[in-house]
């Protein structure tokens, strides 16, 4: 490492050279060729892969690569995929990087080469954190989405459930990195990989073509770039047989429900240009309070139940933040009533799975709460969000009527109304109808939870902060909503002066001042069916073959739903999932000893 190397920050992986380039603390390595790392991407991977021409005739190629490092190598794709691929081609992209730099490094590394103008912009602007896990970034405007996983390259590759056709494997150099290039790291990308995939590196090192060879790739030697006299291309041998034609990509989705969840699902299914369409009986208006608050479950043993609610928490953040009209506040504080909570608290904050600094231990909370307050886990990047801005963003197409049954015939699935009257017909339908799931996936395990919520206008004042304590209360656009009672099996929907006095008693212990504040003000109010599992988990996956459910959600709808939404899209389409393999076991309707079968109509 050169003596005059500038550091990025303390703890940044990357420093930067003297003559300006970027290379790893880490490693020792550069993130790319001294002489011009554009053209060294577009020579090594862009056509050691054989692209652009491996795009023709695709309406979908995934592309996998180790070492996601700058984003060099997915700029230089997108720039390429924008201007050679099928029009109506959709590119999915999944790369793995144990180390990730910042934005701003990465934006210091891309500006050498602004001919990639707007697909490094693009990539910039949705620059994914530094949480352990997948990140989700969709890229407008260039058919793309991409999945990046920031852990070690073989928990990342055992996890994915893709199938690349093509791979670009930039890893630092196997003599200073030598664990992103064992045989079993090779294996698994072979395992990973579409038939015919090809893969391409700057390196020729014996023990990656040895590594490569014995996954079952062939490898031939190409010219290097630079001061590289060689590089390598492997491709996987064409199967003996001609690979089965891949089912047909659906044309049409159904959702049937109103709320959050099925507005997540019509938003996940556009961005993957499918078209979609709500059905909606308009009758008990979903996600229909005036604030909603989004926050994770958090849990100090850490484990895949806490990973799903971070990931899903990340994702529906940067979702949110992209509609700024429907948020309302920032930040959250989750109130400690024990010790033995505080200390949970402690784990929680010190958990990699969320960003770094967003979540913090309080000693005290009275600064924000304008009230005395004890200890309290902030968590930075909550939100407040205003649900009709979200349902009327995200909504789209949608049909007033109410779904009473489902039949399947040979040209996919038919919706029907009470008379038995077609309202729609679809290839795919998923069933996010709250309070119907029981008519439409008969015997279904689920538990039906009411919930009141109160609330009341307020002029400005401490109650801004949006705090949880057993109960919540949070800020709306002209006051505060509190609440909510939680009564298990109680479909009724009528709102109740009792629930009113219930909501009080609990704000008046979590919030005294605030419930002091409000003394006997009227309040509005609304109750509500939720729907959950008896494992406190979401369900969201396949039911039938076309048939999927997203439901279970509780009480944290606008945390889990976007997320799963693309997880049940992903599904439906055929294409890779957002969710970890052991995140998508933990939601799949298989764990139910359940079944329904379907006949046709």
């Given at each position: 490492m050169s003596d005059t190397a500038e550091p990025s920050d303390d703890a940044s992986p990357l420093v930067w050279t003297a003559d300006g380039l970027p290379r790893s603390r880490l490693y020792g390595d550069v993130y790319f060729s001294s002489a011009d790392g554009l053209a060294e991407t577009r020579a090594v991977f862009l056509a050691g892969c054989g692209l652009p021409d491996a795009f023709a005739g695709r309406d979908r190629f995934v592309v996998g690569e180790l070492g996601f490092g700058t984003g060099l190598n997915i700029a230089a794709l997108l720039d390429l995929w924008r201007r050679e691929a099928p029009a109506d081609a959709r590119l999915h992209i999944f790369s793995i990087e144990a180390h990730p730099i910042s934005r701003?490094?990465?934006?210091?590394?891309?500006?050498?080469?602004?001919?990639?103008?707007?697909?490094?912009?693009?990539?910039?602007?949705?620059?994914?954190?530094?949480?352990?896990?997948?990140?989700?970034?969709?890229?407008?405007?260039?058919?793309?989405?991409?999945?990046?996983?920031?852990?070690?390259?073989?928990?990342?590759?055992?996890?994915?459930?893709?199938?690349?056709?093509?791979?670009?494997?930039?890893?630092?150099?196997?003599?200073?990195?030598?664990?992103?290039?064992?045989?079993?790291?090779?294996?698994?990308?072979?395992?990973?990989?579409?038939?015919?995939?090809?893969?391409?590196?700057?390196?020729?090192?014996?023990?990656?073509?040895?590594?490569?060879?014995?996954?079952?790739?062939?490898?031939?030697?190409?010219?290097?770039?630079?001061?590289?006299?060689?590089?390598?291309?492997?491709?996987?041998?064409?199967?003996?047989?001609?690979?089965?034609?891949?089912?047909?990509?659906?044309?049409?989705?159904?959702?049937?429900?109103?709320?959050?969840?099925?507005?997540?699902?019509?938003?996940?299914?556009?961005?993957?240009?499918?078209?979609?369409?709500?059905?909606?009986?308009?009758?008990?208006?979903?996600?229909?309070?005036?604030?909603?608050?989004?926050?994770?479950?958090?849990?100090?043993?850490?484990?895949?139940?806490?990973?799903?609610?971070?990931?899903?928490?990340?994702?529906?953040?940067?979702?949110?933040?992209?509609?700024?009209?429907?948020?309302?506040?920032?930040?959250?504080?989750?109130?400690?009533?024990?010790?033995?909570?505080?200390?949970?608290?402690?784990?929680?904050?010190?958990?990699?799975?969320?960003?770094?600094?967003?979540?913090t231990l309080l000693a005290s909370s009275s600064d924000r709460l304008g009230e005395p307050g004890g200890p309290a886990l902030a968590l930075e990047r909550a939100l407040v969000v205003e649900p009709r801005v979200v349902l009327e963003a995200w909504r789209g197409a949608a049909i007033v009527g109410q779904v009473h049954a489902l039949a399947r015939d040979a040209d996919g699935w038919r919706l029907l109304d009470a008379a038995g009257r077609e309202i729609l017909r679809a290839d795919v339908v998923v069933v996010a109808a709250g309070a119907g799931l029981g008519r439409l996936l008969p015997g279904f395990p689920h538990l039906w939870i009411r919930g009141q919520a109160s609330w009341t206008r307020l002029d400005e004042g401490p109650h801004r902060t949006a705090a949880a304590f057993g109960g919540y209360a949070i800020p709306t656009r002209d006051g505060v909503l509190f609440g909510a009672t939680h009564d298990r099996g109680d479909l009724g929907v009528d709102e109740r002066p009792e629930d009113h006095a219930r909501n009080r008693d609990a704000l008046a212990k979590g919030r005294p001042r605030l419930a002091a504040r409000l003394g006997d003000a009227p309040l509005d109010g609304r109750a509500a069916t939720r729907v959950a599992t008896a494992d406190h988990l979401p369900v969201a996956g396949q039911v039938a073959d076309g048939l999927f459910v997203l439901s279970g959600l509780g009480g944290r709808g606008f945390c889990l739903a976007p997320l799963l939404a693309e997880h049940v899209v992903a599904q439906a389409l055929g294409t890779p999932s957002p969710l970890p393999r052991e995140l998508s076991r933990l939601v799949r309707v298989e764990r139910f000893d359940w079944s329904v079968t379907w006949s046709g109509a």
């Amino acid at each position: 490492m050169s003596d005059t190397a500038e550091p990025s920050d303390d703890a940044s992986p990357l420093v930067w050279t003297a003559d300006g380039l970027p290379r790893s603390r880490l490693y020792g390595d550069v993130y790319f060729s001294s002489a011009d790392g554009l053209a060294e991407t577009r020579a090594v991977f862009l056509a050691g892969c054989g692209l652009p021409d491996a795009f023709a005739g695709r309406d979908r190629f995934v592309v996998g690569e180790l070492g996601f490092g700058t984003g060099l190598n997915i700029a230089a794709l997108l720039d390429l995929w924008r201007r050679e691929a099928p029009a109506d081609a959709r590119l999915h992209i999944f790369s793995i990087e144990a180390h990730p730099i910042s934005r701003d490094d990465a934006a210091r590394a891309l500006a050498v080469w602004p001919e990639l103008g707007e697909a490094a912009r693009v990539l910039l602007d949705r620059w994914p954190g530094q949480a352990r896990g997948f990140h989700r970034l969709d890229l407008p405007g260039f058919r793309a989405t991409l999945d990046l996983a920031v852990m070690d390259v073989r928990a990342a590759l055992a996890a994915w459930d893709g199938a690349a056709d093509a791979w670009f494997l930039d890893g630092f150099s196997p003599a200073l990195n030598p664990a992103m290039w064992s045989e079993d790291i090779l294996a698994a990308v072979a395992a990973r990989s579409a038939p015919g995939a090809r893969a391409a590196t700057f390196t020729v090192a014996g023990a990656v073509r040895r590594g490569l060879q014995a996954a079952g790739f062939e490898i031939a030697k190409r010219p290097g770039f630079g001061r590289k006299a060689e590089r390598l291309e492997a491709w996987l041998p064409a199967p003996a047989l001609p690979a089965p034609r891949p089912a047909p990509r659906p044309a049409s989705l159904a959702i049937i429900g109103g709320g959050v969840a099925a507005v997540s699902l019509a938003r996940a299914a556009r961005a993957q240009g499918l078209a979609a369409t709500i059905i909606d009986d308009g009758v008990t208006p979903a996600s229909g309070n005036p604030a909603a608050l989004v926050t994770p479950a958090v849990d100090a043993g850490g484990g895949h139940r806490a990973a799903l609610h971070a990931q899903a928490f990340g994702r529906a953040i940067d979702l949110y933040e992209d509609l700024p009209e429907a948020v309302i506040a920032r930040g959250a504080l989750q109130l400690a009533q024990t010790e033995q909570i505080e200390g949970r608290f402690a784990a929680v904050a010190a958990q990699d799975i969320f960003e770094p600094s967003s979540m913090t231990l309080l000693a005290s909370s009275s600064d924000r709460l304008g009230e005395p307050g004890g200890p309290a886990l902030a968590l930075e990047r909550a939100l407040v969000v205003e649900p009709r801005v979200v349902l009327e963003a995200w909504r789209g197409a949608a049909i007033v009527g109410q779904v009473h049954a489902l039949a399947r015939d040979a040209d996919g699935w038919r919706l029907l109304d009470a008379a038995g009257r077609e309202i729609l017909r679809a290839d795919v339908v998923v069933v996010a109808a709250g309070a119907g799931l029981g008519r439409l996936l008969p015997g279904f395990p689920h538990l039906w939870i009411r919930g009141q919520a109160s609330w009341t206008r307020l002029d400005e004042g401490p109650h801004r902060t949006a705090a949880a304590f057993g109960g919540y209360a949070i800020p709306t656009r002209d006051g505060v909503l509190f609440g909510a009672t939680h009564d298990r099996g109680d479909l009724g929907v009528d709102e109740r002066p009792e629930d009113h006095a219930r909501n009080r008693d609990a704000l008046a212990k979590g919030r005294p001042r605030l419930a002091a504040r409000l003394g006997d003000a009227p309040l509005d109010g609304r109750a509500a069916t939720r729907v959950a599992t008896a494992d406190h988990l979401p369900v969201a996956g396949q039911v039938a073959d076309g048939l999927f459910v997203l439901s279970g959600l509780g009480g944290r709808g606008f945390c889990l739903a976007p997320l799963l939404a693309e997880h049940v899209v992903a599904q439906a389409l055929g294409t890779p999932s957002p969710l970890p393999r052991e995140l998508s076991r933990l939601v799949r309707v298989e764990r139910f000893d359940w079944s329904v079968t379907w006949s046709g109509a």
